[in-house]
C-alpha cells in the first residue's frame, strides 16, 4: 500500500509559478512511476506528466511542454511538479499518482493522492 499526500495549491496570477509536491509513504516509493494528472470542471481527467523510478524517464502532455517540470526525489519519497508559465487554462484540481511502471496516460495508476486544486486568475 502506498499513500500520498498533496500539500500545496493555490491561487496564482497568469504567468506566475507554483509547484505541487506529493510526499509518498508506505510500500518503497522508488518501485513506483509517478504522475501528475489534472481535471478540470466538466472536462476529462487529463495527462500532465509522469517520471519514472529511478527519475531518468520524464513525459510531458504538449500542452505543458516546456512550462512544467516533473521530478522526484527518492531519498525523501516525494515527487514535485514545478508549474511555470501558468495560464487560466492550467486551473484544475491536480493528483499525483502512482504505478508501476511510467505510462503516457490519465489511467491505470494503483494509488491516488487526494488531489489539490490549481487556481490561475487572469
Known amino acids: 500500500q502506498v499513500q500520498l499526500v498533496e500539500p500545496g495549491g493555490g491561487l496564482v496570477q497568469a504567468g506566475g509559478s507554483l509547484r505541487l509536491s506529493c510526499a509518498a509513504s508506505?510500500?518503497?516509493?522508488?518501485?513506483?512511476?509517478m504522475g501528475w494528472l489534472r481535471q478540470a470542471p466538466g472536462k476529462e481527467r487529463e495527462f500532465v506528466a509522469a517520471?519514472?523510478?529511478?527519475?531518468?524517464?520524464?513525459y510531458y502532455a504538449d500542452s505543458v511542454k516546456g512550462r512544467f517540470t516533473i521530478s522526484r526525489d527518492n531519498a525523501k519519497n516525494t515527487v514535485y511538479l514545478q508549474m511555470n508559465g501558468l495560464s487560466p487554462e492550467d486551473t484544475a484540481v491536480y493528483y499525483c499518482?502512482?504505478?508501476?511502471?511510467?505510462?503516457?496516460?490519465?489511467?491505470?495508476?494503483?494509488?491516488w493522492g487526494q488531489g489539490t486544486q490549481v487556481t490561475v486568475s487572469s
Open positions: 517520471i519514472s523510478r529511478s527519475g531518468g524517464e520524464p
Open positions: 499518482a502512482a504505478r508501476r511502471f511510467v505510462r503516457v496516460t490519465a489511467y491505470g495508476y494503483d494509488y
Open positions: 508506505g510500500r518503497t516509493f522508488s518501485s513506483y512511476a
